[in-house]
């Protein structure tokens, strides 16, 4: 079965110090990973995406993620934590097989310390 | 702005009452979805829709309904038979199939639904 797990309910990282996120996926095939950002009674936010080729994806607001095919694992990382990083993160695998849709993880709760 | 609109923020249900939460997205997305979000829980998938006039069931679909009559709404009708209502609600689109499917998911910023 296609599932994502993310190992983590709550990350608390101290303000300026680099911040890991975790996800491990379970798919048939090449995976399209995804990783989104929720704010307190928001929708969810793209962050960034794999879908081939470097294995080191940047995206939105200095955000960056690492596809390890081997390990099965896209964990989100930022060099520099800020405040206001602090918020709901989901990361999510897009399957295409007969249908089209995306599973998401059950989402990483981040808190910044100032 | 493109975007994807969800009406009312907030709604409120009596015991047996049928609501519609409203979902409209200028996008220009084939696929439409709605999820449920509930502490702890992530986000479930109730139905999804990839085209106009056709829908399919997601993982929590009983006590729900939903319609698909024009490519830009995709209204969803909580019913009385969905007996754990509480929750909040997203609507999403994206340029559906497998030709798109390294694209995102754009989320409108959702419905908070209570019981009375």
């Known amino acids: 079965a296609q599932s994502v797990a993310q190992p983590e309910d709550q990350v608390n990282v101290a303000e300026g110090n680099p911040l890991t996120v975790k996800c491990t996926y379970s798919?048939?095939?090449?995976?399209?990973l995804f990783w989104y950002v929720q704010y307190p009674n928001r929708g969810l936010q793209f962050l960034l995406k794999y879908i081939t080729g470097d294995n080191l994806v940047k995206g939105s607001y200095g955000f960056e993620a690492e596809f390890n095919k081997s390990q099965t694992s896209f964990h989100l990382k930022k060099p520099s934590a800020l405040v206001s990083d602090s918020a709901l993160y989901f990361c999510?695998?897009?399957?295409?097989?007969?249908?089209?849709?995306?599973?998401f993880g059950k989402g990483t709760r981040l808190h910044i310390l100032p | 702005d493109g975007g994807i609109t969800q009406s009312p923020k907030y709604l409120f249900r009596k015991e047996g009452q049928n609501v519609t939460l409203s979902c409209e997205q200028n996008?220009?997305?084939?696929?439409m979805y709605w999820y449920r979000q509930d502490p702890g829980q992530g986000l479930r998938l109730i139905y999804y829709s990839q085209i106009v006039n056709d829908f399919q069931k997601g993982d929590i679909a009983e006590g729900y309904s939903v319609s698909r009559e024009k490519k830009e709404s995709f209204p969803l009708t909580v019913t009385s038979a969905q007996k754990n209502p509480t929750a909040f609600y997203l609507c999403?689109?994206?340029?559906?199939?497998?030709?798109?499917?390294?694209?995102?998911?754009?989320f409108g910023d959702g419905t908070r639904l209570s019981i009375l």
């Open positions: 798919v048939s095939g090449n995976p399209y």
């Open positions: 996008l220009n997305h084939d696929a």
């Open positions: 999403a689109s994206s340029n559906g199939g497998s030709f798109y499917s390294n694209q995102p998911q754009h």
């Open positions: 999510a695998v897009r399957v295409t097989l007969r249908d089209d849709k995306i599973i």
